[in-house]
């Protein structure tokens, strides 16, 4: 075999995995599907919350990964995997071009934000359209903002927001909200939150930066126009793991590892937001990269 470990991914999960790996003298070969484009952060204008680097750009960010795992000598290769063969110790990896084998793979595919398809929602992301309340909160301080869905995540953007903003919209497109009952509670007990029951976003407008929405009630059909400065879209994550399903065991697409980012078929393991995990962030998805090389370690010395 000529390498010992595979990374599926080259977001901050993989490229910190990589890193490990090569300090821990694994030959090792990413496997990304566009060169330099892969990762979620490229398009984040500012991330705010990664411990030293305030304010460092999602694109820059993602290059600094990139130059230190290149640095390291890791080799990439682009290409787009659309299987894992297990053959006793040995995993092929399948790919639309080549195929691949090695020791140990490690599942960094990511995941991707579920849209809403509402006219002007892909112009104005980085402008106001924001998928991730944690990292962008904090650049609409005292402003008007809405978040988008009724799930748990939806409950806990919006409870986040109110911590800073001066008032937020829960935009739902039904009459019942589907996340936690007592955040729910904590929601509607909160002076400057509104929610806006029956309603789908039909477009976002604004000329340079988000200004507003227009809603549509779903049972009244009336159109409405309410101006907010952000849209917080919460409708969902996809993850990247549609060519892993049936190989790995996953709960609704998200793999599932142990704390150590082993999945349960030994010499596969998964890091970042494809595993099933509470909190999806730059950060966390680096932990789970250096977890997941430490165990791939262990895994291939044992000699299995
Ligand atoms: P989710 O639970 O699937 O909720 C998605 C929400 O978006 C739903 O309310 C859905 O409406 C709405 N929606 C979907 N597509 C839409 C569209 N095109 N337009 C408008 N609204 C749309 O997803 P999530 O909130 O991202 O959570 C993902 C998973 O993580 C869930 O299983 C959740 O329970 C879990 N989670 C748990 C916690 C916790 O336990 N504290 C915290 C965060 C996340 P409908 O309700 O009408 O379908």
């Not at 398009?43 to 705010?48: M, P």
């Amino acid at each position: 075999m000529k390498y010992e470990l595979i990374i599926i991914g080259a977001g901050p999960a993989g490229l910190t995995a990589a890193i490990y790996a090569s300090r821990a003298r694994i030959s090792t070969l990413v496997i990304e599907r566009e060169a330099f484009g892969g990762s979620q952060i490229i398009n984040t204008e500012s991330v705010d919350n990664y411990p030293g680097l305030a304010g460092i750009s999602g694109f820059d960010l993602a290059m600094k990964f990139r130059e230190h795992a290149q640095s390291m000598g890791v080799e990439f290769v682009t290409d787009h995997v659309t299987a894992i063969g297990v053959e006793e110790d040995v995993k092929l990896v399948c790919c639309e071009k080549n195929t691949y084998e090695a020791g140990a793979v490690i599942i960094a595919t990511g995941a991707r934000h579920r849209r809403l398809g509402a006219p002007g929602e892909a112009e104005f992301a980085g402008k106001g359209v924001s998928y991730c309340a944690t990292c962008d909160g904090a650049f609409f301080k005292d402003k008007d903002v809405a978040v988008i869905g009724g799930g748990n995540v939806a409950l806990e953007d919006a409870l986040y927001l109110t911590r800073m903003c001066r008032k937020v919209y829960l935009v739902h497109r039904r009459d019942a909200l589907r996340g936690e009952k007592i955040s729910q509670e904590q929601l509607m007990a909160k002076e400057n939150a509104e929610i806006l029951w029956n309603s789908v976003v039909s477009s976002i407008e604004g000329s340079e930066r988000t200004e507003g929405m227009k809603l549509r009630n779903t049972v009244t059909g009336e159109e409405s126009f309410v101006p907010v400065s952000a849209v917080f879209v919460a409708v969902g994550i996809i993850p990247n793991s549609e060519s892993f399903i049936g190989t790995v065991p996953d709960e609704d697409g998200f793999i599932l590892t142990d704390a150590e980012c082993r999945t349960s078929i030994p010499g596969i393991f998964a890091a970042g937001d494809v595993r099933k995990t509470p909190l999806r962030q730059v950060i966390t998805a680096c932990a789970d990269g250096a977890l997941a090389a430490n165990a791939a370690g262990v895994y291939l010395r044992s000699g299995k």
